[in-house]
């Protein structure tokens, strides 16, 4: 038992998602979340810079006695999971793993498809996962960066939307895949183009999801979770850049009750 | 006559429309561009961090000795061209005045449409210079957040960018505008979708082929130009991510002979 809360990062505003996940599940744990909206996105970054911005990020939350961090981006995932659990003396985790491991749970052929930003496939992060895991499995990987503007503009579901993933999803069918890992935050609001595009056989793996099961199943075997304890749980929003944005768009991805968050210089973060 | 270099920089990738301009205008002159892609884009971001961002660019162009500075960024020209005025102690000019100007020479109605990023448009900065110019042109302003990721993703000329295009574009049918300007060094890339959305009775103002035009006027009447010397001119490059995907998609906008950049730390810039 421990009521530190559980802190949670992303480039901007896609980790929401991961967030809701967890606040769903957990419905007692506090949380501390941080947006780097001042330097969104990392999805076309490089590793160094993404690694950079991401420590800084995690020593933010670790200012606030977080007991577990949640690098809730796939590109700082990608790039920064393993310089994040060297920097740091509690556990991290990225939405790469569970997302994984999922896929290998849902797939019966083996052949998963893998979608995200340039940086997360650039990476090829997933594809080492999975292979890692089954090494029998068949993967193969598509960058869409044109989904997280279509997104944030809320193209969820029109035209343009359609050939635009026809586009980058045409691929898969000679594939023959029957899984797909939706591996970026904000891929899980255009699930229903998605699917029309790949069709009913092929099973969509939504990272946060898979991500906050994790979570959950880390902290009861560390004993870290907290229960029911009477009180109003607490969740803390923080950005890098204006509020303004983060609450309008943000919406989209946690709900109309998503609080203003407050802003802060992470420019003077020592990582 | 002034040998020191003229210092350009950019969010990003888009302003090498204004450099390649400014070279094919004024091919004597040295030139020093900074592109911040380890920050890009500034167009979704606030004023204040645009003004610092844009503060710290300067302030990196200025120690080449540079004798002019040009924003060639409308979001931080919106922004932050006042704050980079006081600032420094050389000429700064930004894209949007010479991009109004020439609209305010092309329009015969006096109705002007503007499009550009969220940043440029909710700034008003193009209204503000416009109306001061001519307080009776009528101006319709529209925000087209999803043409820089269709012109980096290469969508120049799709169905996909048409049936956008004609999202974005249709209210000006209503006003009856006669000149268009394109508030983004990335969309004149789309000059030919836009065109065929706007039909050929709307003229359509690009700010780089304006902002070189003033950059020239300028080193004139100060009689800073450099003239040929029979020395070859140096065109130096710096970004603050890694140099491939500048180089990548760069290309699209300043051709292929562009040379690759050096990378440098922005943060580490006092402003």
Redesign the interface.
Known sequence: MNKSPIGVFDSGIGGLTVLKAIIELMPFEDTVYLGD????PYG??????VVRYSLQNAAFLRSFGVKLIVAACNTASAYALGPLQEALDIPVIGVIEPGSAAALSATDSGKIGVIGT?GTISSRAYRDVIKAGNPQAQVSERAC??F???V??G?LS???TD??AT?YLGEFKDHNIDTLVLGCTHYPLLKETISRVMGKGVRLIDSAEATATEVKRLLVEKNLEKCEDGKATEHRFFVT??P??FVSVGRIFFGDHLPAPKQIDI?KQDN
Chains 1, 2 share one sequence.
Do not use: C, G, Q, Y
């Open positions: 909206t001042a330097r969104v076309t970054k490089s590793e160094a810079t340039e960066p044109l997280v503007p279509l944030e503009e193209f029109t035209e343009a050939i635009i586009h850049d204006s303004s944005r420019s």
